[in-house]
């Protein structure tokens, strides 16, 4: 799995993920999310920064 860390000096605004997709996968209920300008959501695991999926839409 492709992780990174998120720039500790820039931080996006992160939203907790909608409850539909925490419904489907449970195991994303802490996690965290933003979308970049190109409409990729980026999935963030909120405890280490770490991004845990990029979704392409």
């Not at 996968?25 to 990729?40: E, G, I, K, M």
Request: charged residues 30%.
């Amino acid at each position: 799995m492709w992780l990174e860390r998120l720039p500790a000096v820039r931080h996006p605004e992160l939203d907790p993920l909608p409850p539909r997709v925490v419904e489907i996968l449970p195991v994303y209920r802490s996690y965290r999310y933003f979308v970049l300008a190109d409409n990729r959501i980026v999935i963030v695991e909120p405890d280490t920064d770490e991004i845990e999926y990029i979704l392409v839409v």
